[in-house]
């Protein structure tokens, strides 16, 4: 059981490259996040999916796009990177049927540079 | 305005003092009210979870939360140098799928 996993890790682009970041969960859960965290701002969400099939924006969705591929899998596309892009992002998924109150759980994060 | 606000610190204390760590709040219909803690490098991880005024207590840590004043509070009671990490503050409404994140207190215990 591994939890939430997320690739790459470590990801460095030039202004204008796109890439698409990967997440999977092994949980069974229903709901999948995608956040960003700069100093001094937190941890922002940036587009969620309550199901499979189902995306929504979040506080911060300009210049992302998502895919809810299948139960498992929630993936982050940039199609054209920023420097304002450079941050952590975290994926978290949650499996209650309250999916607002039940327990996010975290994948490690990916750093991205965008130079 | 932010809807949650958190002291990002530095907070610094010697090992065994108790840690208070706070949040406020202005969206009165926030009911329920999480603690994450993040180790450096790593991604949140859920801590304490209320939903009530008052105190709720798990060991060394007691969260508290005060609606009447928008104010939560994390109590760290002996402190380890384990417990050196960021504490977030999250909270969220009734029926709502998005948690509101405070941005974090950096924590460090000094042994």
């Known amino acids: 059981n591994a939890g939430v996993t997320q690739t790459p890790k470590f990801q460095v682009l030039k202004t204008g490259q796109s890439m698409t970041l990967q997440c999977a969960q092994d949980?069974?859960?229903?709901?999948m996040y995608w956040y960003r965290q700069d100093p001094g701002m937190g941890l922002r969400l940036i587009y969620y999916s309550a199901s499979e099939g189902t995306t929504d924006k979040g506080e911060v969705p300009n210049g992302y796009n998502v895919s809810r591929l299948n139960k498992r899998e929630f993936s982050l596309r940039l199609e054209s990177a920023a420097p304002s892009q450079t941050s952590v992002y975290f994926c978290?998924?949650?499996?209650?049927?309250?999916?607002?109150?039940?327990?996010?759980?975290f994948g490690p994060g990916t750093r991205l540079t965008v130079l | 305005q932010k809807e949650v606000e958190q002291d990002p610190g530095p907070l610094s204390v010697p090992e065994g003092a108790i840690v208070s760590l706070n949040c406020t709040y202005s969206n009165s219909a926030f009911q329920y009210f999480m603690w994450y803690r993040q180790y450096s490098r790593k991604g949140p991880e859920l801590l304490m979870y209320t939903y009530s005024s008052g105190n709720k207590e798990d060991g060394r840590f007691t969260a508290q939360v005060d609606k009447s004043s928008k104010y939560i509070s994390l109590f760290i009671r002996d402190s380890q140098p384990s417990d050196s990490a960021t504490y977030l503050c999250?909270?969220?409404?009734?029926?709502?799928?998005?948690?509101?994140f405070g941005t974090g207190t950096r924590l460090t215990i000094i042994p």
């Open positions: 978290a998924s949650t499996g209650g049927a309250q999916a607002g109150t039940d327990t996010q759980y």
């Open positions: 949980m069974n859960h229903n709901s």
């Open positions: 999250a909270m969220v409404s009734f029926g709502n799928e998005k948690l509101t």
